[in-house]
Every structure is written in C-alpha cells, then in structure tokens.
C-alpha cells in the first residue's frame, strides 16, 4: 500500500518570498505523483503531475515540483509567492496497477502575508 | 465544455436518517471516483467504477455506504443510518478512457458537503 507524508500542516510566507511545500511518500512499485491545490469552497485542481520521464516537472501558475527517488520525495516549490497562492496543497501518490486511486496527504495549508 | 457536477452541495440530515449524494461525471468518462474529505484531512478514497460495475471499493468505511452507476454515467453514493462521523465533503472525480503516460488524469467536482446532527 502507498502512502503519503505532508510535512507542516500550514505554511505562512511572505508576498515574493520562495514557497516550499514538503511532500514524502512510500510505495512499493514505482508511483505517479500529484499536487493538487484547493481554494475555498472549490473542487480540487491539479497543479502538476510526474508519471514518467523528466523528474522535474512544472505546473501551473508557476509551480514545479522535482520526483527524488532516493529521498523518496516530491517536494513543491515556487520562487515568489503571490497572494492568489493562499489555499490548501495536496500531494497524492497513485499506482497504476490499482486503477489509478489517489492516496493523499494531509494537506498543507499556505498562507501569503503581504 | 462542463466539468463534474455533484448535487446537492450541500446536505444536512439527522443521525440515522438515509441520504442520496449524486456525481454526474464528465460526458465521455468511463472511470468514475469517489473520496471522502474530513475537517482538517485529505481526501481519502471510497469506490472507483469502470463503466457500470465497482473496479474498487476497498475504500468503503462500512456495509452502510454503498454506491451505483447503472448506465455507467452517473453514479449515486448511498448512505444508510448515518452517524455523525459521516459528515464530511464527498467528492466525486471522474477520468477518460485514453491513456496519458499510463495515467489517465483525475478531474474532481465541487464536493457535497454532508452534516449529520
């Protein structure tokens, strides 16, 4: 079974300071990777996703995220936080052999202080 | 072109009453999710079908929620004799039938949220 670790249930950052969302996860076959973003009162939205291939992968509004096998990490960053950016993230870990259910974390939520 | 729709957005019921949450997927989806969110948690899954039959319901807490998709579009979770540690947002996802990267993309509606008093 799979599982994933959020490190830091909230997260506060400054207007234009870095965002770092930490996101370990444990499975026993190769996993897909996600992060999801959730605004208020709304569905989830995917940011980015790593299946295959390139282990860095970008995403929407200027997120990206980097598959780390050996640390088995999948950590989400962005370099200059806007204030739009406050929400709650997810990090979400699939197999494919399992008809692709998410398993996820338990959020992270981030806060932007102008 | 229309996403995941779910209904009602929100449900109110007593302990012990019976309760319908309805998912209608994006048209063209084959595969069809369901997840439960608690206060503070991430979602976690409940039942995933493939056209009209259950692939995986590993995910359901009890023989009390049980879930349908008879024509293999829209799906209704059913909740019988609910207790207060049902209440949470369900969410409801569905995906297509091509294949990205061996993945086929998860797109989520809006959430029922259900409060069982």
């Known amino acids: 079974a799979q599982s994933v670790t959020q490190l830091g249930s909230h997260v506060s950052v400054s207007e234009g300071a870095l965002v770092l969302l930490r996101c370990n996860y444990s499975?026993?076959?190769?996993?897909?990777l996600f992060w999801y973003v959730q605004y208020p009162n709304q569905g989830l939205q995917l940011l980015l996703k790593?299946?295959?291939?390139?282990?860095l992968v970008k995403g929407i509004n200027g997120f990206e995220a980097e598959f780390k096998k050996s640390e088995t990490s999948f950590h989400l960053t962005k370099p200059s936080a806007h204030m739009s950016d406050a929400a709650e993230y997810f990090c979400?870990?699939?197999?494919?052999?399992?008809?692709?259910?998410?398993?996820f974390g338990g959020g992270t939520r981030v806060l932007v202080k102008p | 072109g229309a996403g995941v729709s779910q209904t009602p957005s929100n449900k109110v019921t007593e302990k012990g009453k019976y309760v319908e949450l309805r998912c209608d997927p994006i048209?063209?989806?084959?595969?069809l999710y369901w997840y439960r969110q608690s206060l503070g948690q991430g979602p976690e899954f409940l039942i995933y079908?493939?056209?009209?039959?259950?692939?995986?319901d590993s995910g359901l807490p009890n023989d009390r929620f049980f879930a349908v998709r008879p024509e293999g579009s829209v799906s209704t979770l059913k909740i019988q004799r609910t207790e207060r540690g049902d209440s949470a947002v369900y969410l409801c996802?569905?995906?297509?039938?091509?294949?990205?990267?061996?993945?086929?993309?998860?797109?989520f509606g809006p959430g029922t949220r259900l409060t069982v008093l």
């Open positions: 079908f493939q056209g009209t039959g259950a692939a995986d």
């Open positions: 996802a569905s995906s297509s039938g091509r294949r990205e990267g061996n993945y086929n993309e998860q797109f």
């Open positions: 048209s063209g989806h084959t595969a």
């Open positions: 979400a870990v699939s197999v494919g052999a399992a008809g692709n259910k998410l398993t």
């Open positions: 790593y299946t295959t291939g390139a282990t």
């Open positions: 499975s026993s076959v190769p996993p897909y």
